[in-house]
């Protein structure tokens, strides 16, 4: 097999909006991780940036399963010792709307250089408006 090298030039990027609202976190993070990553395109290399855009309105209303709301943390370090900090998804989601898809998306993808580049790709909104109307992004339903 030879490893297909595709010009950066020659690839068509599309634009997609998705609504959060109401969806599970993890069903809307590997959906969005999918496509950025490029995997939904014949053409995917695991290797080049050749996915398409994704925006995502209402993640503010993203609902997880179970008990999760209360009993699933998220963990930062400040850099000084004993720093430390540890928020449930409610207390994360009332502060940062966007921070749990966004993180979870971001752990869906590869680690590195690639991957910081395509976070990049997937744009997270809080609210039902963006600022991205001009792509003309298709809608996609979950």
Request: hydrophobic residues 40%; aromatic residues 6%; without cysteine.
């Amino acid at each position: 097999m030879k490893t297909t090298f595709v010009k950066p030039a020659l690839v068509e990027r599309k634009w997609f909006v998705i609504d959060a609202e109401g969806k599970v976190l993890g069903r809307v993070a590997a959906r969005v991780a999918s496509i950025v990553r490029g995997k939904t395109k014949a053409i995917f290399a695991p290797h080049q940036e050749m996915g398409d855009y994704v925006v995502i309105v209402n993640a503010d209303k993203v609902v997880v399963t179970g008990r999760k709301a209360q009993q699933k943390m998220y963990h930062r370090h400040t850099g000084y010792p004993g720093g430390l900090k540890s928020a449930s998804f409610e207390k994360l989601i009332a502060r940062h709307p966007t921070h749990p898809l966004e993180k979870a998306i971001k752990g869906m993808l590869p680690k590195g250089p690639l991957g910081k580049k395509l976070a990049k790709n997937a744009k997270v909104y809080a609210g039902a408006g963006h600022p991205h109307a001009a792509q003309n992004p298709t809608a996609i339903e979950l």
